[in-house]
C-alpha cells in the first residue's frame, strides 16, 4: 500500500540490505495505519536515497547528513504528521551533532540507521561504523579505529527509544512499528550486509554478524523505551497556553496600556552610531515602548563581531499590522551618533523623503533632502546621547507617548544607566 509496486525494481545491488529493511518498512506503515497524507519520510544521501519516489507518501531529499534537521523542523512546524527518517551509517557520522542533538531535544521523529558499515553509493570507502580491522577501500590493510555504537551513542544523548536489529529479522517490521508508535525520538540501529563492498572484503555475512554483536558484547531488540515528553508538542502546547504550559514555553506578554500616535504606517527608523553608544539596546527601549502602545515592532541590528569597536546600526519598524519584511530600504526617521554610523547608513540619505527627519549629532557632513536636527553632544554623555536623540524624535514626531518611553526608561535594572538616561530625557525635553 505504501509502496508503489509498479516502481519496482529496486535500483539496488542484488543481495543488497536494502531492499529488506525498505519491505519492514512498508509492513510497519501498514501496521500502524499511518495515513498517507500526514506521514513524511526524509531520506538522506546514499543508496538508500534512491527509492523516495517509490513510495506514496511524503517524502523529502537533502543533503548528506542534514536528514535529521529537515525532519525536526517538519516536526516542529506540524508536531501532528508522522516524520521518519532514513539514513545510512554514512550520514549518521556526517550529521552526527544533528543525530545527538535531535536525541537529546527528544524531537519525535523516528530515525532507521540503515548501517552496512561503509559508504556504499561512493564505494565502500570506511565510514564511522566501519569496525577495528575492517577492510575497505580507503582501509585496505585494515581498520585502525574503533566504530561507533550508534544505538549506544543515541541511548547516551538522551533518545527515549532505542532498538537494535538485524536486516534479516522476521520481526523487524514489528520493531519500526514499536518506534513509529513511540511519543519522542526514536532511533532504530539496523544491521546490513552492502554485498558490492563491505561484505565481499570482510566475508561479513548474518553470521559473522551475530558474531560481532557477541564478541563487541551488544545486544540486539529493543535497548531502551521509556515514556518522555516530546519536544514539539510541548513547545506547541505552551504556545498556545493550554494544559503542559511551562515557564520555559510561556510567551512573555507585554500588555498594551497606552496609545499610539503614529503618524503613518508602517514608520520605518534607522538609528546609526558606534560600538558603546548603546543604540541596540536604545532601539529595545522605543520598541518596548512600542509594544506598551500594542504595535508590532521589528528590530534588525548590524554590527561587526568586534562587538566594542565599529559601527552600530539598527533598523526598527513601527506597524499595527505584523511585520513581514524587515528591511528599511527608505527610512522615514534617521538618527545618526557618529562618523562610522553615518557610512553605513550615507546611502539611505539622499532617497529620504523632504518631509523625513534626520536627527544627526553636530558637526557631520549629510547629503539629504531631509528636514535635519543637530543634537549638540557635549551635553550628554556618550552613552546617553541615543536616548536624548529618541527623546527628541517621539517629541517631534508622535510615535509613542511620552510616558510610554519614560516608563521603559525608568524599568532599566542597572540603576546607574536608568539615571542617566532620564537624566539625558529632561535635558532633552527642555531642549526643542
Ligand atoms: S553499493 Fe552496497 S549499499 Fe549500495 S546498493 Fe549496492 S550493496 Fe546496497
Known amino acids: 500500500m505504501y509502496i508503489n509496486e509498479e516502481k519496482k525494481p529496486y535500483p539496488f ?40 519516489s517509490f513510495f506514496n507518501i511524503h517524502t523529502f531529499h537533502g543533503l548528506h547528513g542534514r536528514s535529521f534537521t529537515y525532519a525536526a523542523g517538519i516536526k516542529l512546524a506540524n508536531p501532528d504528521l508522522n516524520v521518519f527518517v532514513m539514513v545510512g551509517d554514512g550520514g549518521c557520522g556526517i550529521g552526527g551533532h544533528h543525530l545527538i542533538n535531535a536525541a537529546r531535544r527528544n524531537i519525535g521523529i523516528k530515525v532507521i540507521a540503515f548501517n552496512n558499515f561503509n559508504f556504499g553509493m561512493t564505494g565502500g570507502q570506511h565510514s564511522v561504523t566501519s569496525f577495528f580491522g575492517s577492510k575497505t577501500r580507503t582501509t585496505p590493510g585494515g581498520h585502525l579505529e574503533r566504530g561507533f555504537d550508534l ?15 538485524l536486516a534479516f529479522d522476521k520481526d523487524l517490521d514489528e520493531t519500526i512499528a514499536l518506534a513509529m508508535r513511540s511519543e519522542g525520538f526514536a532511533f532504530l540501529d539496523v544491521w546490513e550486509v552492502c554485498t558490492a563492498y563491505y561484505m565481499p572484503m570482510n566475508d561479513f555475512k548474518k553470521p ?54 503614529l503618524p503613518q504606517e508602517p514608520f520605518r527608523l534607522i538609528l546609526a552610531g558606534s560600538a558603546g553608544m548603546k543604540i541596540v539596546s536604545s532601539a529595545g527601549y522605543l520598541g518596548n515602548a512600542a509594544l506598551k502602545c500594542g504595535l508590532h515592532v521589528s528590530q534588525k541590528d548590524d554590527f561587526p563581531i568586534t562587538v566594542q569597536s565599529g559601527h552600530s546600526v539598527s533598523e526598527m519598524i513601527l506597524s499595527s499590522e505584523e511585520v513581514e519584511y524587515l528591511g528599511v530600504d527608505k527610512p522615514d526617521a534617521v538618527i545618526i551618533l557618529s562618523e562610522e554610523g553615518l557610512a553605513k547608513v550615507r546611502k539611505v540619505l539622499p532617497v529620504m523623503e523632504k518631509n523625513s527627519l534626520v536627527i544627526a549629532r553636530e558637526g557631520l557632513s549629510l547629503e539629504t533632502p531631509a528636514k535635519v536636527i ?28 511620552q510616558e510610554a518611553f519614560f516608563e521603559v526608561i525608568g524599568e532599566i535594572r542597572n540603576e546607574a544607566i536608568r539615571n542617566e538616561n532620564l537624566k539625558a530625557m529632561e535635558i532633552a525635553r527642555s531642549w526643542l
Do not use: W
Open 151 to 165: 544505538a549506544k551513542l543515541v541511548e547516551a544523548a538522551g533518545s527515549p527509544f532505542v532498538a537494535r536489529k
Open 208 to 261: 559473522a554478524m551475530e558474531a560481532e554483536i557477541e564478541k563487541l558484547g551488544m545486544k540486539l531488540g529493543v535497548l531502551r523505551e521509556e515514556c518522555l515528553p516530546e519536544y514539539s508538542c510541548t513547545l506547541r502546547a505552551g504556545r498556545k497556553g493550554s494544559e503542559g504550559e511551562t515557564a520555559v514555553t510561556r510567551p512573555i506578554v507585554i500588555a498594551k496600556k497606552f496609545e499610539h500616535r
Open 13 to 52: 545491488c542484488p543481495g543488497c540490505s536494502h531492499v529488506q529493511v525498505i519491505e519492514a518498512i512498508n509492513r510497519a506503515l501498514q501496521k500502524v495505519e499511518a495515513d498517507p497524507r500526514r506521514t513524511v519520510m526524509v531520506s538522506d544521501i546514499g543508496c538508500v536515497g534512491l527509492v523516495d
Open 374 to 401: 543637530a543634537i549638540d553632544p557635549k551635553r550628554f554623555s556618550n552613552k546617553s546621547l541615543i536616548t536624548a536623540a529618541l527623546q527628541s524624535l517621539i517629541r517631534l514626531v508622535p510615535l509613542v507617548p
